[in-house]
């Protein structure tokens, strides 16, 4: 019988939390089957090269994500402070609160050229959103480059620990931290 999950969209999203939970060198071709309910031949049907693009494919289906929850209200021309909200409520339900890893950490060692490719792209694009809200929200240009860098290491940092440590803590206050101070004068 075949699977709900038998859809692409449904397999993307079963390997997303896959990749995001074991890393790529973590999941299996075995792994996949078993999560997706898919033979390995179905899997090659739908990915024919493979979990590399497997892997490209869940980093475009994030890099979806991101564009219409994150680049798009960095970028905006809303209230800096409500973009600001609406950009970490989205963070904070994309990692279930810090309980769930981040892409741009397991994947970009062993993912491959591709995958490295699209990880340096989102943060290039995260750090120039972030930078363009602070600039938005009237920090002076030195200040925004700085409080972007802050805001990415602050947030990936936070996730790392939080899987770490195995608690959703860290991540929590690190976007506190930003709600609170991102868009400071101090």
Not at 35 to 56: D, I, N, Q, R, W
Not at 102 to 115: E, F, K, R, S
Not at 130 to 148: C, H, K, M, W
Request: charged share 20%; with cysteine; proline share 3%.
């Amino acid at each position: 019988m075949v699977s709900e999950r038998s859809n692409r969209e449904g397999i993307l999203l079963t390997l997303l939390e896959e990749f995001r939970g074991c890393g790529f060198d973590g999941v299996s071709l075995s792994r996949i089957s078993e999560v997706t309910g898919l033979g390995k031949a179905s899997l090659y049907h739908h990915f024919p090269g493979g979990k590399g693009e497997m892997a490209e494919a869940v980093m475009d289906l994030a890099a979806s994500w991101l564009e219409g929850h994150v680049f798009g209200p960095l970028e905006g021309g809303a209230d800096p402070a409500t973009r600001l909200a609406t950009v970490l409520d989205a963070l904070e339900g994309f990692y279930a609160g810090g309980s769930k890893s981040c892409l741009l950490d397991v994947m970009p060692l062993t993912g491959g050229t591709a995958v490295r490719a699209a990880v340096k792209a989102i943060l290039q694009r995260l750090l120039a959103g972030f930078e363009q809200l602070a600039l938005d929200g009237g920090l002076p240009a030195g200040t925004a480059r700085a409080r972007a860098e802050a805001a990415l290491v602050s947030l990936q940092g936070s996730l790392v620990l939080a899987r770490g440590l195995g608690e959703t803590g860290p991540f929590m206050r690190a976007l506190q931290a930003l709600r609170e101070g991102f868009l400071g004068r101090a």
